[in-house]
């Protein structure tokens, strides 16, 4: 194995993620909190046993299909992708590998509709959530109707974090940085009582004492399983829907958009104005109500250029 000059061991995967960070650091790079984020909670965990000159394409074919498992959107693989590209570019122009012969096939992000549940979806799921057997997936869908959160900022709830007097829960690591989560009334009241039924000194709000963190990573299977039960498609109705039911509603309800982003801790305004197009009753209800001003600021206008009648 080819190694960078004055090195007597392969450099693994992970230290070169810590050293890659590092000199971005140092360098005033661009974006550094979300990439590693993205190297320590997916990349490095992945691949942090392989030297980083062994990375293969094979390798980030099967990170790319974990991910899409895991729930992750497209666009979110490809963010990440985006990084380990950066990181293997930088790894070659500062000598820690002699060259980069892993190709990164990136996903087609399309742009068609957003797919979210109507309101009778929405009590079909959580009905068939809360038939599953496993208890979490109920308490899951609440969440992320409720609140428009992230699959993996869901899961990693701590007790610690939902404040139920301020209706907020505290996201530590969110793509945009950290931030409170506003939460509606009705999930607080669930929330208070879910940590009620929670075992003494557990801290986490989806717990699995078998997992090495004490908390849920995935609850794709039984969501799928919801799905069903529910009559819904399960290869069109995924996690990631709940976010993207949560945020619709918000804006068919009329709440503006600088609003919806800070309750749904999109980076950029412009993320969220893809929902502003999604047809529906509302947009009929707006146009009408503009059909109406229209019509009345002509009638008023015919009304004065009338010629008035003479005594």
């Known amino acids: 194995m080819e190694l960078p000059e004055g090195r007597k061991t392969p450099l693994s995967f992970e230290e070169a993620a810590d050293r890659y960070i590092q000199r971005l650091r140092d360098s005033d790079g661009k974006n550094i909190d979300i990439k590693e984020r993205q190297l320590r909670q997916h990349l490095v965990p992945f691949l942090a046993a392989k030297p980083l000159s062994a990375v293969e394409s094979f390798d980030v074919e099967r990170y790319k299909k974990a991910r899409c498992s895991a729930g992750a959107a497209k666009a979110t693989v490809n963010r990440e992708l985006a990084t380990l590209s950066h990181l293997l570019n930088q790894a070659v122009e500062w000598k820690w590998i002699k060259s980069k012969s892993v190709r990164i096939n990136r996903f087609k992000e399309d742009n068609q509709r957003i797919v979210y549940l109507t309101d009778d979806q929405c009590v079909a799921l959580l009905d068939a959530a809360a038939s599953d057997h496993n208890e979490n997936v109920h308490a899951f869908v609440m969440v992320g109707l409720h609140t428009g959160m992230r699959h993996a900022e869901m899961l990693a709830i701590r007790r610690e974090d939902v404040d139920l007097g301020k209706r907020v829960i505290w996201v530590p690591q969110a793509k945009a940085g950290s931030r409170e989560q506003p939460i509606t009334r009705e999930l607080a009241e669930y929330l208070g009582r879910r940590m009620k039924m929670l075992p003494p000194g557990c801290e986490w709000i989806f717990p699995s004492p078998g997992s090495a963190t004490g908390h849920v990573h995935t609850i794709r299977k039984a969501f799928r399983r919801s799905a069903e ?46 929902y502003a197009h999604q047809s529906g009753s509302h947009i009929e209800a707006a146009m009408e109500r503009l059909e109406g001003r229209v019509s009345g600021t002509q009638e008023n206008t015919i009304r004065k250029l009338k010629p008035k009648s003479s005594a």
């Open 229 to 274: 039960r529910a009559g819904l498609d399960p290869d069109q109705i995924t996690p990631h829907t709940l976010r993207h039911t949560a945020v619709t509603h918000l804006v068919q309800a009329g709440v503006d958009l600088p609003t919806v982003q800070r309750i749904s801790g999109h980076k950029t305004l412009s993320m969220v104005a893809r």
